[in-house]
């Protein structure tokens, strides 16, 4: 019965990273409420309730309390960050991203008994899809000047169109 519950959560978890959280949703409520109360049931849940009915800031309690519980797993890194860009906090999501990638979210005496590392590999790399999407900006030319001050902008766009950027 247990092998049966790991291959489930898997399965609904892989077709929410497909983007398929309607169903992900469906399957994830429909689950029983023991099986609901694993963190990554709980983190996975709670990104599918932000996306498929705006449910924000009940999703981002969910995802914090399974964090708390699993704070070396990447995956409610990610389901958080997910919820993050939903919201529009794009650099809320962005720290929350680069916590998910650090040793410190990898590494641990609970991540072993947290996930496999293919799992937390297969989480990371989405992570990185996230962040790569997003775009990774480069530091701007003048740090101590605001990013869209016009030297910043000026000289940023300059350094690129030489190629130096």
């Known amino acids: 019965m247990q092998e049966t519950q790991s291959d489930f959560v898997q ?47 009940q999703a981002i309690k969910l995802c914090e309390t399974s964090l708390k519980a699993e704070p070396h797993n990447p995956a409610h890194y990610l389901n958080l960050g997910r919820i993050f860009l939903l919201t529009r906090h794009k650099a809320k999501a962005m720290e929350t991203f680069r916590r998910g990638l650090s040793n410190d979210a990898v590494t641990g005496s609970a991540a072993a008994a947290a996930s496999t590392p293919e799992s937390r590999a297969k989480q990371q790399a989405l992570i990185l899809a996230e962040m790569r999407r997003l775009g990774i900006r480069r530091r701007p030319p003048f740090p101590s000047l605001p990013r869209n001050h016009a030297l910043n902008r000026v000289t940023g766009t300059l350094l690129a169109r030489l190629g130096l950027r």
């Open 11 to 57: 399965k609904v978890t892989a077709a929410i990273d497909w983007g398929d959280t309607l169903q992900g949703l469906i399957a994830l409520e429909g689950a029983p409420m023991a099986l609901r109360e694993a963190p990554v049931v709980r983190s996975y849940l709670a990104y599918c309730m932000a996306k498929e009915r705006g449910q924000y800031r």
